[in-house]
């Protein structure tokens, strides 16, 4: 069936709260509205207010119930409404979700998703275009995923809820109404990689939003660029990765989030240790700007773009 990304969402959490009946959605105008982005729309009418619950504007309450909730054996997915109200609840998550499993020796699992849409791109306003994924993938007891395309929303969804180890679920806004098909079975598992485009030129490494705007650029390219979609963020899955530059002996990482310090920085490093002797350039990084996400007027020029990708690729050397 061909869904958009939020509609493979909602698909997906229905299937999940359909076959656990300990699956508890909460979150701020996820039941009667269906959520800003209408990703949970219509599931507290079929599914009641006592598994669909409207709570107030209290992200750290929100994640802290959620906690007690995993503590009495149910599945709580936290919706925090945009990437930037995410920071309230970000000492709950650090302090209590991601260490509890480990603090008890695995007497007490943590099956807690916390749904954050995330990245830029959709003309939004301060402290809604954020991309915070790595302060939570340099958080060890965390699990971090990113889907990019409805078929992994509608399946890495329901891997996560059914996962007993807390996983912070990022979903990438501006692509909740690109579409395509969903197939009957996953495919993969939650924590791994996938080669989305063949190729011998270079290696282009993304996940998430910047997922699309590699293909275009490969779509673009002179070079053949193989484009790998990472899926989860944390842990990674660099096999694939590996591979494939050891074919290319060139690689482009693309990320939203900043420069110094982000997820494009320990890519870059891995790889240049795995694969050292068959690098032909250095990795480049094609990223968000050191700075605070900028007024939505000039986001596009912020953002990583095709031009942008295809310049990193020329920089990897002849052809």
Not at 67 to 95: C, K
Not at 150 to 159: E, L, T, V, Y
Not at 258 to 274: S, V
Request: hydrophobic share 40%; net charge negative.
């Amino acid at each position: 069936m061909e869904l958009s990304i939020g509609k493979a969402l909602n698909a997906g959490l229905r299937a999940a709260m359909e076959n656990d009946p300990k699956v508890l959605l909460l979150g701020e105008d996820i039941g009667r509205l269906g959520g800003v982005f209408r990703v949970t729309d219509g599931l507290q009418k079929d599914f009641g207010d006592q598994r669909v619950m409207d709570t107030p504007l209290a992200e750290s309450a929100i994640v802290g119930a959620s906690v007690g909730l995993a503590y009495r054996g149910f599945r709580p997915v936290v919706e925090i409404q945009f990437d930037g109200f995410v920071y309230p609840a970000y000492d709950q998550i650090v302090s209590q979700v991601a260490r509890l499993r480990f603090r008890s020796e695995g007497a007490v699992a943590m099956p807690i998703v916390i749904r954050i849409p995330y990245g830029g791109g959709i003309g939004a306003v301060e402290h809604h275009s954020e991309s915070p994924e790595a302060q939570f993938v340099m958080t060890p007891g965390l699990t971090v995923v990113s889907p990019s395309n409805p078929h992994d929303a509608f399946w890495m969804i329901q891997q996560a809820i059914a996962s007993d180890d807390p996983v912070v679920f990022l979903e990438p806004k501006q692509r909740y109404w690109d579409t395509g098909e969903v197939g009957d079975e996953p495919g993969l598992g939650l924590h791994e990689s996938r080669v989305v485009r063949d190729g011998d030129g270079v290696t282009v490494v993304g996940y998430g939003p910047v997922v699309k705007t590699c293909l275009a650029a490969a779509d673009e390219s002179d070079v053949p660029l193989e484009v790998i979609d990472l899926r989860s963020l944390s842990p990674l899955d660099l096999g694939p990765v590996f591979e494939s530059v050891r074919r290319t002996g060139r690689a482009v990482v693309v990320h939203e989030a900043a420069r110094t310090l982000g997820l494009g920085a320990e890519l870059a490093t891995r790889i240049t240790q795995e694969c050292f002797y068959s690098l032909e350039a250095p990795v480049q990084r094609v990223t968000g700007y050191d700075l605070p996400y900028p007024p939505c007027r000039v986001e596009h020029d912020h953002l990583p773009s095709v031009e942008r990708i295809l310049d990193a690729v020329a920089v990897t050397g002849e052809f």
